[in-house]
């Protein structure tokens, strides 16, 4: 699966990270990277033992990883979740949030493992 | 005589008998030939016989006239085959010979063979038995058995007239020994002929009772006949028609009788030979082995002696003889051949001898009992008809198999059980059609309730002699000692026993014979238990559902006495109260009526409790109208007119203050016969005064609205005075235009006051339209693209003329405007600057200062800018309270100083809107006589970017900026990756850190200069961006103002981005990162 089809797959904005970042190739390196990356697993443990400070900060994080690769609807997740946990403890509960997050997360993993590598 | 030559007697006896039937039919034949018929005698008709008795035990009469004996049966049956009636004729022997000779009798009997005889009796064709000839001697005497030497030279006594003469003389010659006669006629007279000593030995048949005399010896068995007198060939020929009809049809009796004589069974004890006392005395034991649980047979007692008829037997037998007789239980199951073998017993007790003797290799004892083997089966069963019907035997009755097939004449199948009662069982379950056992068991078993139904064959009945058998050598003594000992057995006796053991109770140790039997008083307790469980548990049913309504009905009372007390829980006091009789009860009253109350519950005068409580607590004023109340009668009337009321009170005063009080009237009655009713009192002080409360809000509520419609009636007539006005100058202008048309000069200035004063006019009318379309929430933004300078030329223009008039003095500043091109809905922001900058052109007195200043904030990345704008004036300031009224709609200031300053009061309602519906903000400082501030901000749109002015981006080249070196600052590694990716492509030196302190300390180690820019994230962990920008900034280095930081956040709010201008950084820009971006920013700050 080409870059741009796996984008298309993940309902991510291909034709914006291409004006940023150039070339396939580039973008492919920088998927491949975004699959090492700890921050959905931490985002999850902090909400468990309720870090809710470490957590937004992981949230915020993944909100800008989503930025810079235009993950949209991960980028909207966890945008939602980030401004829950702003203020410290969330008034409502965050499973939900979490869940959409760790959905759309699974989701954009499954497509990277699909992507065709890049030279 | 030994066992073994037991069967062999036997023998000798058929050929004995078959050789007197030859003779006898000899002499049948010669009687035949000489006999003379009598025919006195008619046939058909009832003869009576004449016979004789009291002789012998074969025939006795007792005092009753029953008639017993061994021939009584056989003789009546011989009676009933010839239609004979007898009349018996008592006698002595000798008598009776010469009675028949005389003809005085019929029938003799029983008549040995003799020459003698045959000349005065006729003898039938058959022996009627056998008769054997004793030799006895008194009991207690010297005399030992067949000790025939010490018989030499001894006194016998025999009966003349009996054919023992002849025979004693054979005997003796036999024998070889002598005797002396001594002649006696009669029974008696032999046995006082011994007991007088006149005689040592007699001479009897075995038949007769010699009681106190003992058998020494015994001779040959002689048959004997039933004789008539010489010449009665009818009587012959019907006795011997007669015996034949017995043989063929009742062949039992006559073998009975038969039997009967042979055996010699009397009471007659045998004496013991030498060898046999010797053996008797030496106390040797012979143990004879009993099958258990055979009961009426043998059987254990449950103290565990041995007991039944074979017990009780060998009691008697080891009494009579002294044999050491030891018996010895056999279990059930266990063969008493083994036993035998093993030496554990020497005979097993209850073998019956037709069968065991035609065994070989088994050993026979003389008969102990006869009894008979029946055939049983279930009462219904058809025995004849089953084709090959299955036999239940006992385990030990193997050798009956044959037997039974030829008796039974059929096929059969057999089927082995270990007792007799599982025989007659298996019968009654159907696992076998018949079983075959004796008849004394067969009666015992009959008693069990499961066996009842259990019937015996008469036809296929057979009478057996029950002896000892043993399948070991015996040595003769032992044998013969053991014979006598039997036959000393009692038939009297035997019979007593078996009697006596016929009538033991059933006894069973099995439960379900247990069972069986108490199946009725079970069947009758199970049914009892199960009607009075049914009984127990319908009423238990009852029960539970009686308690199951009553706890319904409690718990529903409880739950309506709950409701009523919950409903009635703002009562202080509740009575129910019979008027009929002026009295009430008191349901409930709290703490509050406690004072002049005693007790609950207690019955009371109504009246008097009313009263009572009036006087007390309340009010004076309220008294004359609520004493009527306590006069029942009074309520009565009342409650025809209504059934509820109330009355409303004050009660007097406490620490409470003065509260308020109801009481509460409610008609209870049931009909009309009766006046009831329910009294209630309760604090209403809350709601009244809740109630006043509401009074107050919707008092003051009218007056604030009273307030506003005076507010716009006043702006009203201002507004009409300030529009009649201007109209006043038109309509008057117009007339001096009209007077004077042709004077231009006069008309031209007469419509240029017009059009001046319309314009005023319009203005106004403008305003109020403004403000109503505000109000409706109407108004809205009208975008187009402008420069905001040439606007804000445009308001100095028209401002210019009043400026002038005024003789102010206006400065102004707009140097700090990045972007002029903008977008927004102009004119609203001319009218927000025209009304704010008329403002202080009006109330400022002529020849005062006013200055606007513009300031642009750059929020770059929104592509918008916060321009801020300042008028300020020194005028006549303003009261802080009438700073807080003049953005409310319809407010001018009440101040004598401005009254003819011509103004709708709206434009500074109409501004302040303007500025919020651009999301801007406006602001007032004043005071009095000094002069006003207003400062304006508000957002306006960048027009597109292409076109800024300022910050002009240079062509991207990436070999522009190498060898500089910059800082990158970004916790997220990924993000950091990339932008230092996109860094690079400008051929940048970048440095990495990871969050703001290692920042700050990269910084700090760097040289001074060493970095042209720095790239700073916000939210980082340890130490954010903001502090570490504040931390680069504080630090006492050359370039620590100077380098540029730039913000780098995904935030895009207004307040951030003040945020990051405030601590200090130069420029902010926004995620995701744009390579253009950079080459902007670089641009910027490093001047490419």
């Known amino acids: 699966m080409t870059v741009k089809e796996c984008y298309e797959k993940m309902g991510a904005d291909y034709e914006d990270v291409k004006a940023r970042m150039m070339t396939d190739k580039m973008i492919y390196k920088y998927n491949k990277k975004f699959l090492e990356m700890k921050e959905v697993t931490l985002l999850q443990q902090n909400l468990q033992k309720a870090d809710y400070e470490e957590a937004f900060r992981m949230a915020h994080s993944i909100k800008g990883m989503c930025l810079n690769l235009g993950y949209t609807s991960l980028f909207e997740a966890s945008s939602v979740l980030c401004e829950e946990l702003r203020d410290g403890a969330p008034t409502s509960d965050p499973g939900p949030l979490l869940k959409a997050v760790t959905e759309n997360y699974e989701k954009v993993i499954g497509c990277i493992g699909e992507m065709d590598e890049c030279r | 005589m030994p066992v073994g030559k037991m069967a062999k007697g036997r023998d000798e006896t058929m050929r004995k008998k078959q050789w007197v039937i030859y003779i006898s039919a000899v002499f049948v034949f010669l009687f035949l030939c000489f006999g003379r018929v009598n025919l006195s005698q008619a046939a058909g008709k009832s003869k009576t016989v004449r016979v004789p008795y009291g002789y012998n035990d074969f025939l006795k009469i007792d005092k009753d006239g029953e008639v017993s004996g061994y021939y009584a049966e056989y003789l009546n049956e011989l009676a009933r085959i010839n239609h004979w009636k007898y009349e018996y004729v008592k006698a002595t022997w000798p008598d009776a010979v010469r009675m028949l000779e005389e003809g005085k009798v019929d029938l003799l009997y029983p008549t040995n063979y003799s020459k003698e005889r045959e000349r005065t009796m006729d003898y039938p064709s058959l022996p009627v038995g056998y008769i054997s000839v004793g030799v006895y001697a008194l009991e207690g005497s010297n005399y030992k058995y067949d000790d025939y030497t010490s018989f030499d030279g001894a006194r016998i006594t025999y009966s003349k007239d009996s054919s023992n003469d002849e025979k004693l003389k054979t005997f003796a010659k036999e024998h070889g020994f002598s005797y002396h006669s001594v002649n006696r006629d009669t029974n008696y007279d032999m046995e006082q002929a011994l007991k007088d000593g006149e005689a040592d030995l007699a001479v009897f048949n075995v038949a007769d009772n010699f009681e106190g005399g003992v058998l020494v010896s015994v001779m040959e068995a002689d048959p004997v006949y039933l004789t008539v007198r010489k010449g009665n060939k009818e009587l012959l020929s019907e006795i011997n028609s007669g015996m034949q009809n017995i043989m063929q049809k009742k062949s039992e009796l006559a073998e009975a009788a038969l039997r009967m004589t042979l055996t010699g069974k009397n009471d007659s004890l045998f004496a013991l030979s030498d060898e046999e006392r010797k053996f008797v005395d030496s106390g040797e034991e012979i143990t004879v082995g009993f099958y258990e649980g055979t009961e009426p047979l043998a059987y254990i007692n449950e103290d565990g002696s041995y007991d039944g008829i074979f017990v009780a037997l060998l009691n008697y037998m080891k009494e009579k003889s002294g044999l050491n007789l030891v018996p010895y239980p056999i279990k059930q199951g266990q063969e008493w051949q083994d036993l035998v073998e093993n030496g554990t017993i020497d005979f097993c007790i209850g073998a019956s001898k037709d069968i065991y003797s035609s065994e070989k290799e088994l050993c026979t004892t003389d008969s102990i009992l006869d009894y008979y083997m029946v055939l049983v089966t279930q009462n219904d069963c058809s025995f004849n008809q089953i084709g090959k019907p299955v036999i239940a035997l006992t385990t030990r009755q193997s050798n009956w198999e044959g037997f039974l097939r030829k008796r039974l004449k059929k096929e059969l199948d057999f089927q082995y059980y270990q007792t007799s009662k599982e025989c007659m069982l298996a019968v009654v379950n159907g696992d076998a059609d018949a079983s075959f056992i004796n008849n004394l068991e067969f009666n015992y078993q009959i008693k069990n309730n499961r066996l009842t139904s259990l019937i015996r064959w008469p036809q296929y009945r057979f009478a057996t002699e029950v002896c000892l058998v043993t399948n070991q050598d015996v040595d003769d003594v032992k044998s013969s000692t053991l014979n006598k000992a039997i036959g000393m057995l009692d038939d009297e006796y035997t019979e007593a026993v078996t009697e006596e053991y016929l009538n033991i109770t059933y006894h069973s140790n099995s439960v379900s014979d247990y069972l069986y039997k108490l199946r009725i008083p079970l069947i009758i307790f199970t049914s009892f238990l199960i009607v009075m469980i049914f009984v127990f548990w319908t009423m238990q049913l009852y029960r539970k559902k009686q308690e199951k309504l009553r706890e319904e009905s409690r718990k529903r009372e409880e739950k309506y006495f709950r409701i009523l007390a919950k409903l009635s829980g703002e009562y202080l006091l509740i009575c129910y109260t019979d008027l009929d009789v002026d009295q009430c009860d008191v349901v409930r009253f709290s703490n509050h009526m406690s004072a ?301 100083r401005i009254s003819k300053i011509q103004g709708s009061g709206l434009g500074l309602p109409i501004t302040r809107s303007i500025v919020q519906m651009m999301n801007g903000t406006i602001k007032v400082e004043s005071e009095l006589k000094k002069g006003s501030t207003f400062t304006m901000t508000i957002f306006l749109k960048y027009q597109d970017v292409k076109e800024d002015v300022v910050v002009e981006p240079k062509e991207v080249t990436p070999e522009n900026y190498a060898g500089y070196h910059v800082l990158l600052v970004e916790d997220n590694e990924l993000n950091r990756e990339i932008a230092k990716d996109m860094l690079e492509m400008f051929q940048l030196e970048v440095d990495e850190a990871e969050d703001g302190q290692q920042a700050v300390e990269m910084y700090e180690q760097s040289e001074v200069g060493y970095y042209d820019m720095i790239f700073m994230d916000v939210q980082m962990p340890v130490m954010n961006g903001y502090e570490a920008t504040q931390a680069i900034r504080a630090k006492d280095r050359a370039d620590a103002e100077m380098v540029p930081i730039i913000a780098m956040t995904a935030n895009a709010f207004v307040e951030d981005i003040e945020k990051s201008m405030s601590v200090g950084m130069n420029a902010h820009m926004s995620k995701p990162i744009v390579v253009k971006e950079i080459g902007k920013v670089l641009a910027a700050y490093m001047g490419g």
């Open chain 2, 596 to 896: 002049w109350m005693t007790k609950e519950g207690k019955r009371r005068s109504y009246s008097k409790l009313l009263q009572k409580y009036i006087n007390q607590n309340v009010q004076t004023k309220f008294r004359e109208e609520i004493l009527p109340f306590c006069d029942p009668t009074e309520l009565v009337r009342k409650f025809q007119a209504e059934k509820d009321f109330f009355i409303r009170y004050e009660e007097a005063c406490g620490e409470q203050g003065c509260r308020y009080f109801e009481m509460h009237f409610v008609d209870a009655s049931s009909d009309e016969t009766e006046h009831k009713m329910v009294f209630g009192i309760r604090c209403i002080d809350e709601i009244v005064k809740a109630e006043e409360q509401q009074k107050q809000v919707l008092k003051d509520a009218l007056e604030v609205a009273n307030l506003a419609n005076d507010t716009k009636s006043d702006f009203l007539s201002k507004m009409s005075h300030d529009i009649r006005t201007p109209m006043n100058a038109i309509v008057g202008m117009t007339y001096v235009a009209e007077q004077h048309i042709g004077d231009d000069e006069r008309v031209r200035d007469a419509l240029s006051k017009i059009s001046r004063v319309s314009h005023h006019m319009m203005g106004l009318i403008n305003n109020v339209l403004d403000m109503s379309k505000i109000e409706a929430g109407k108004m809205s933004l009208n975008e187009t693209e402008f420069d905001l300078c040439e606007l804000l030329e445009d308001i100095l223009e028209i401002l210019q003329p009043q400026i002038k008039e005024h003789n102010h003095t206006f400065t102004y500043d707009f140097e700090h405007i990045i972007h002029t091109a903008v977008q927004g809905d102009s004119l609203r922001v001319q009218q927000a600057l025209v009304n704010l900058l008329g403002n202080a052109i009006k109330y400022t007195p002529n020849g005062g200062e006013i200055s606007l200043t513009v300031c642009e904030k750059e929020i770059k990345a929104n592509r918008a800018g916060c321009y801020e704008f300042t008028i300020r004036d020194n005028g006549i300031g303003m009261t802080k309270e009438l700073q807080e009224q003049i953005f409310e709609p319809f407010q001018r200031g009440e101040d004598q």
